[in-house]
């Protein structure tokens, strides 16, 4: 159903015998994906589906559209307001990547991203904050502060994008964030009638998937932000700079990385494969999908079940713990925690899994510092 949401592409649900929409509807919900799912309904050729599993789905797919209208409502204003105050704002991710589906209200969203230069980052918070309900506790050596607005829309300025994974990343990040706001690689999108600016395609590109490898290394992962990877990919497959991409993902030592979620995104999602850089493809099949480097095969099997396992941001984890326990206690079982998922990491990428792990477990050190 995913597959078929993605691509637009008919679908055969005759192989599969009783099928659970139920279960369907409850893993959608886990993986953000129900509007994709319901969009892949409609293109079921060969089975009649259920009235009330239809009813259920374009029901829930109606919230997510007017949730949709509103934010972007939200969102032009927002900008407007930062505008007429001399602030210059680049929406990353969320909002700005939907517009790569076919359907852009039908993408669950989620906050809105702001990246800021270092003199508008504290612009911006000087006219965001008076008119904010809660904000959280600001991140200041990230330059990070999330806040809540009327409404309940959550807004996240972000003076910088570092993944905190690791230097060698972070420091390319830099680079090309560097590129953004100086070299004025930025795309738009027209919000209704407000100019909103994207970074450019090919940085937005590297973006996306560090951000993917932030949650992947260190909480969990869900279908909707490799989705949203695959699309940006598919909508500018033919201007994306390859040469400049592959330096920058060499340069942040993540191409292993890449692969394995490129596999992963062509054997499970339907990504058509030329249109996925640097995968290794042994050859094309009678059907005329193609065959996938068995060692990258294993790695696309082992991300597939991380992600049914953490769900959309890992929220499928067990966390209770931090509630039940003493800090102490508490700090012990997240070290255990981090270190398992490590190790089931550690075939993906050995030096990354190493590297994101003392990342947490210094993180950790350092909170348990202060609480002490």
Known sequence: MVKAGLWGKDTRLSQYKDIDYSAIMKLAEEQSVVGLVTAG??????????????????????QIEQQNKAM????AALIEKLRKEDVDAILVKGQGIAQCYER????????IDLLLSGSNYEKAKASLLPSAVDVATEYKSLKHLEMTM???????????????????????IDEVQYDVFYSGYVRSWMNGKTQVFLPRADEDV?????????????????????????RLLWTYKDSLNNGLLESRIRKAGIMKEWKAFGAFAVE???????????????????????????????KADRILKFVLESGNFGHNRDISYKQKYHFVIHYAMSFWLYTKLAMQRFAISPRNAIMAWWAVVKMGANAAAKAI
């Open 41 to 62: 309904l409609e293109k079921v050729s060969d089975e009649k589906i259920p009235k009330e599993v239809i009813l259920q789905f374009v029901g829930s797919t109606l």
């Open 72 to 75: 972007n409502a939200f969102i």
């Open 104 to 111: 852009p209200l039908w993408r669950a969203s989620g906050d």
């Open 150 to 172: 009327k409404g309940g829309f959550v807004v996240e300025l972000h003076g910088m994008l570092h993944s905190r994974l690791s230097n060698r990343i972070d420091k390319t």
């Open 206 to 230: 590297f973006f996306v998937f560090t951000h993917i490898l932030q949650h992947f290394y260190m909480e969990g992962i869900g279908l909707r932000q490799i989705c949203d990877w695959c």
């Open 268 to 298: 499970y999602l339907g990504m058509p494969a030329e249109a996925m850089p640097y995968l290794d493809v042994r050859s094309k099949m009678d059907d005329g999908r193609c065959e996938i480097d068995k060692h990258l095969k294993r």
